[in-house]
């Protein structure tokens, strides 16, 4: 059963597709790998600092001092006279760059007749010395050249400004403006100095007295045109009233108000209308019940009712004082009944009389209230018909109130404009102190220069090593890898070397640390294939053996023993990798290794470990059970190597690789060896790895730091995903020693002095 990736190594801690961090440490790493441009950066940024000192000249910087003042701004606000705003941050600001505007600066030059000074004024073509031929000549092939007006006067003058501009600095702190100028000349300096504040007064009190005409004949001529428009207004208001016989008052129309009266009057004659009927209704009510006792308001304030009511209490109170005494039936009680009986029948002729009385009332009040009724319908239909004619006469109201106000509005304004500017000159800018020739120059500040420059370079510098670093797309530590291919890196192999100096270096490096290398064989050197024999305790095996390690792992649960070795393209170190991996399993475990060049294009494993073989895998797949006849045998690693012995390239090395006949002749090797390492061709060249990955258990992905593109490393992975769950993992290879030490430079010196290095370059 092939084993899947996933079964037998580490995950990784950045999966694919996450973006590595690109932190302090990371950026730190590149600068120690790259420090020579830094350095190098520092150097040039420290001559340009001394150039700038000595080719730069010092020069005399001369002060003006102006001071906008607003103490009369603020005594008129605060008497009332005027509304002259506050100066802000923004009004200065721009006062500042009204200084150093062509208005003020064109003016001083002519004044001074700057345009012909040699310190400020340009060159006319055909003028000039060797510096500006050359400079000229510069600009020429740079597509620069500057662009000569055909009136020399006016390139001097423009020339001029550039120059002028250069040398002019405007600040402020707080309400006063500071206008510095340098110049070789002291006494020019504070005389131009003075010349801008003066031009640059002067032109603020012209813009000031040209701002107040303009905005005085705009008022002006702004009130002329409301006047004609409110007049107009008016005319066609009145106009339409007198066409449709609309009258109206200071409370709106006159109909409107003549019904908002008779609608008061309808009210209260309704009211006393309902009054009259009530009281109407109350007297018929007594009248008719035979109620004596009852009373009505009219009846309180009638005093025959009320004398007759006294003179019948009188008699109620004799009857029962006689009805007690005598009986009720005595004469003289119903005397008295007789005479109570006359007294009750003369109250209600009187109320008769009363309720006559409110019945007339009633009927005068009907007659007010219809009478109020028939006016109102009157009017109220008077009143719909004027409304459709009110409505465009609203319009031509507003519309002339609009005018009326607008043009009261502004009068009131230019008169006030008028009488503030006539009467009032406030003058709130001024010179507080003007410009003197400086006695010294100002130097420019060498350790500054220096500092700059240095800085500059520095920075220009590992910008360049970090996008330089940045931009080369490569592989440089295994978490990179992972990050970029989702599959575990076993490890990083630092570069080796295979002259007979290099295994000097490693006996003389091996007996200082008391370590006993192994010995070559009599008449065999030592050679990079066999590196792990000659540096058992470095880096390079040390990593191989973590390999191993995991290989034997894999075996042990998988059982897998066909190992295939295979990279993006030539030239990764496979065939080092492939050699030294099977020398360390046979050292360091005496297992039987075979290993196989299975590059049928470039056969580089048969040329550095078997070049005087004859025969080897082509004449093994012929007959398979012969394999041991065509191994060639490593003296001193006691490897045994199948190379591949052609004269050329074959066309169908691919076919030849997934024959049949190639899975016979493994099936035999899995019988004899413990472990069967088969060096591939690149995976983008060619697809030998395709055909023959079916007979392969695991496989390694060589990987060169820091010259396989990222790219291509995922293209290569991405035409044989096939074999992705089956990649034990990718090794980089040929890495520099040194950037090395600075890539794991967090490690500390304790882990790399663990190693006993040969001499690696």
Aim: hydrophobic content about 40%; aromatic content about 6%.
């Amino acid at each position: 059963m092939r084993p899947s990736q996933s079964e037998f190594d580490f995950q990784p801690e950045n999966q694919a597709g996450q973006s590595p961090a690109a932190g302090i440490a990371n950026i730190l790493g590149i600068l120690r790998r790259e420090w020579r441009l830094p350095v190098f950066g520092s150097l040039l940024g420290l001559i340009l600092g001394f150039a700038y000192l000595a080719l730069v000249p010092s020069l005399y910087k001369s002060t003006a001092y102006i001071l906008v003042d607003r103490g009369t701004d603020r005594y008129l606000q605060a008497n009332k006279i005027g509304d002259n705003l506050m100066a802000d941050d923004g009004e200065l600001a721009t006062q500042i760059a009204v200084i150093s505007s062509e208005s003020v600066i064109i003016p001083v030059i002519r004044q001074l007749d700057l345009a012909h000074d040699k310190e400020f004024a340009g060159t006319v073509a055909g003028q000039g010395g060797a510096l500006r031929f050359v400079k000229n000549a510069i600009k020429r092939l740079l597509g620069l050249k500057d662009h000569i007006p055909a009136n020399p006067d006016l390139f001097l003058e423009r020339s001029a400004v550039e120059s002028f501009l250069k040398h002019l600095t405007v600040s402020r702190d707080a309400y006063v403006l500071e206008v510095t100028f340098s110049s070789e000349d002291p006494d020019k300096a504070a005389q131009i100095a003075n010349a801008v504040a003066d031009t640059y007064i002067a032109s603020s009190l012209e813009a000031k007295s040209q701002s107040t005409k303009i905005t005085n004949h705009w008022l002006q001529d702004r009130l002329t045109e409301l006047k004609e428009e409110s007049t107009r207004a008016d005319r066609e208001l009145q106009k339409y009233k007198a066409a449709n016989n609309l009258v109206t008052t200071s409370h709106g129309s006159l109909n409107d108000e003549q019904i908002a009266t008779l609608s008061t009057q309808l009210v209260n004659a309704r009211a006393a209308t309902a009054e009259a009927k009530a009281r109407l209704d109350r007297i018929q009510q007594i009248g008719n019940g035979d109620i004596p006792s009852a009373t009505v308001t009219d009846e309180l304030n009638n005093g025959v009712i009320t004398n007759i009511r006294t003179h019948y209490l009188d008699l109620a109170e004799r009857e029962a004082e006689l009805s007690a005494r005598v009986g009720p039936g005595h004469a003289a009680v119903a005397h008295i009944h007789e005479k109570m009986e006359e007294l009750r029948r003369s109250i209600r002729n009187e109320e008769q009389r009363i309720a006559q009385a409110y019945a007339s009332d009633y009927q005068i009040a009907k007659a007010r209230e219809k009478d109020l009724t028939a006016a109102m319908a009157q009017l109220v239909g008077k009143s719909q018909t004027n409304d459709q004619a009110q409505v465009p006469m609203r319009e031509l109201e507003s519309s002339a109130d609009t005018y009326r106000n607008l043009y009261n509005s502004f009068l009131q304004k230019a008169q006030e404009t008028a009488i503030q500017t006539q009467t009032i000159p406030v003058y709130d800018i001024r010179i507080i102190s003007r410009a003197f020739p400086p006695l010294h120059k100002n130097f420019k500040p060498a350790i500054k220069a220096l500092a700059g420059g240095i800085a500059f370079g520095l920075f220009l510098g590992a910008g360049a090593g970090i996008g330089r670093e940045l931009l080369a797309d490569v592989f440089r530590t295994p978490a990179a890898v992972e990050t970029a291919t989702g599959i575990q890196c076993l490890g990083t192999l630092p570069v080796i070397g295979g002259d007979r100096q290099q295994r000097t270096r490693l006996l003389l490096s091996s007996a200082q640390n008391g370590v006993k290398a192994l010995p070559a064989r009599p008449g065999v050197p030592g050679c990079v294939e066999e590196f792990v024999l000659d540096a058992p305790f470095s880096r390079f095996t040390e990593t191989l053996r973590s390999v191993k390690v995991l290989l034997n792992a894999a075996q042990t649960v998988h059982g897998i023993k066909v190992v295939g070795i295979v990279s993006s393209v030539a030239q990764e170190g496979k065939t080092t990798i492939a050699a030294n991996l099977a020398a360390l399993m046979i050292a360091s475990s005496e297992a039987r290794a075979l290993l196989i060049d299975g590059d049928l294009h470039q056969r580089s494993l048969t040329a550095r470990l078997a070049p005087r073989a004859r025969e080897g895998l082509i004449e093994a797949l012929a007959d398979p059970a012969r394999l041991e006849a065509f191994v060639y045998k490593r003296e001193r690693s006691r490897l045994d190597v199948l190379p591949c012995v052609l004269e050329g390239r074959v066309p169908n090395a691919a076919e030849l690789l997934g024959s049949p006949q190639m899975e016979k002749l493994l099936t035999h090797a899995r019988r004899t060896y413990d472990y069967i390492m088969i060096e591939l061709a690149p995976v983008i060249s060619v697809v030998d790895v395709k055909v023959a990955e079916r007979f392969i258990d695991s496989f390694l992905f060589v990987v060169e730091w820091g010259h396989s593109k990222k790219t291509l490393v995922k293209e290569a992975l991405s035409e044989v995903e096939i074999i992705r769950d089956r990649l034990a993992g990718i090794i980089l290879n040929k890495a520099d020693p040194a950037a090395l030490r600075s890539l794991e430079a967090y490690k500390g010196k304790r882990y790399h002095d663990y190693y006993i290095e040969s001499g690696t370059i």
